[in-house]
Each structure stands twice: as structure tokens, then as C-alpha cells.
Antibody, heavy 118, light 111 residues
């Protein structure tokens, strides 16, 4: 079965760029939308954006100026870059698959905690 | 401030039926289907209801969803202690080039 695994630094300094990757195992990355979703401690879920394997992207309007996503089909991975981070970007970051039939996020990674601090 | 509005908390006793509401607008719930996610403490969210009222394989039929206009609701019947979790609604929003929006989440307590 398809599984997702986030990876990346757990600590990022303010004003720097947060970079995470999500590795897809048990299935192909092709022909799906892949999202990043985050959750600050004790708070709700916030969609960051998604990428289709063709390279097409949509980003949350509130984060659009700082977000870049990419996908590498040869590695079955997709990535998130969030620039100019502040303490407000401290959160658990999840990667998730949007399945066309469900039109919903049907598979999620376990999440990775990222803290922004000097 | 979340785009979709949910009550912050809900509660019920074992065996009871509880409902959680989710209110949106014409650009999200009014135009698109609603999904519901269950998040148990310390875990990633899990898809509970998709396309307003459909259950993925493995989700008990105690969980049901509905949508009317710009609002949706999740109902849980035969409440169990294992249902104690946070519940989130979500929908695609057609504004600003399109993006997913979530409700703020409802913490369900089984008394």
C-alpha cells in the first residue's frame, strides 16, 4: 500500500528557508496531486499547496509569495520550500495525496515537526 | 480564523448521537464537495467522509455526512470512547485561483 514519509531539518533559523521532502513508497507519484499541510501545536490544519506530477502548482494565497514546490518522478519524491520563515511557521508539516475519485486527502504522512528558532 | 466554521467542541455519552456542523460560503461548500477528517491524539488526520457523504472502506457506518447549501455536517451515532478525537471539515475553494480550506476543528469528548 502507498505510504508517505516526510524528511528534513527539525530546526530552521528565522529568515532562512524551510526545506522538506516527501518520499512516496508502494506506488507511483505520477498522476496525482500531492499536498503539503501544516498544523501548529494545538491548532488546526492549514493547506500550504499542491503539485501535480506535470509540475503544475497551486498555493495557499496567504503563503504564495514564500512557497515553492517541486516533484521528482525519478525519485518518487516531492518537495516544499518555504522562505523567510518566522516563529509563526513552527508546526507539524504533513504531506498528503489527493485522490481523484475521493477528491480528498486519502493518504497522509506521519508528519514532521519543524521549529523555527535561532 | 479558518475559512470554514466549526464549533470548537462537542460532547456526548457512549451510545449517543452527536453532530458537528461546518459552515462555509458559495465559493467553497456551496460549489464543491465536503470532506471530513478524524485526527486521534498524536496522529495524522485520517479521511473519514469524502464527497459529502461517502465513507472510505473501513470507516464504520456509524459515521455519516450531509451537505445543504453552504453548510455541512458530520453525524456520529452509537458514540464510543474510541471516537474521542478532533474532527475537521475541508473543501476546495474556487476563489483566488483555487485552494483547499479547512475548518478550525472540533474536539469531540466522550463523557
Amino acid at each position: 500500500q502507498v505510504q508517505l514519509q516526510e524528511s528534513g531539518p527539525g530546526l530552521v533559523k528565522p529568515s532562512e528557508t524551510l526545506s522538506l521532502s516527501c518520499t512516496v513508497s508502494g506506488g507511483s507519484i505520477s498522476s496525482y496531486y500531492w499536498s503539503w499541510i501544516r498544523q501548529p501545536a494545538g491548532k488546526g490544519l492549514e493547506w500550504i499547496g499542491h503539485i501535480y506530477t506535470s509540475g503544475s502548482t497551486n498555493y495557499n494565497p496567504s503563503l504564495k509569495s514564500r512557497v515553492t514546490m517541486s516533484a521528482d518522478t525519478s525519485k518518487n519524491q516531492f518537495s516544499l520550500n518555504l522562505s523567510s520563515v518566522t516563529a509563526a511557521d513552527t508546526a507539524v508539516y504533513y504531506c498528503a495525496r489527493r485522490e481523484d475519485y475521493f477528491y480528498a486527502f486519502d493518504i497522509w504522512g506521519q508528519g514532521t515537526m519543524v521549529t523555527v528558532s535561532s | 480564523q479558518s475559512v470554514l466554521t466549526q464549533p470548537p467542541s462537542a460532547s456526548g455519552t457512549p451510545g449517543q448521537r452527536v453532530t458537528i456542523s461546518c459552515s462555509g460560503s458559495s465559493s467553497n461548500i456551496g460549489s464543491n464537495t465536503v470532506n471530513w477528517y478524524q485526527q486521534l491524539p498524536g496522529t495524522a488526520p485520517k479521511l473519514l467522509i469524502y464527497r459529502n457523504n461517502q465513507r472510505p472502506s473501513g470507516v464504520p457506518d456509524r459515521f455519516s455526512g450531509s451537505k445543504s447549501g453552504t453548510s455541512a455536517s458530520l453525524a456520529i451515532s452509537g458514540l464510543q470512547s474510541a471516537d474521542e478525537a478532533d474532527y475537521y471539515c475541508a473543501a476546495w475553494d474556487d476563489s483566488l485561483n483555487g485552494h483547499w480550506v479547512f475548518g478550525g476543528g472540533t474536539k469531540l469528548t466522550v463523557l
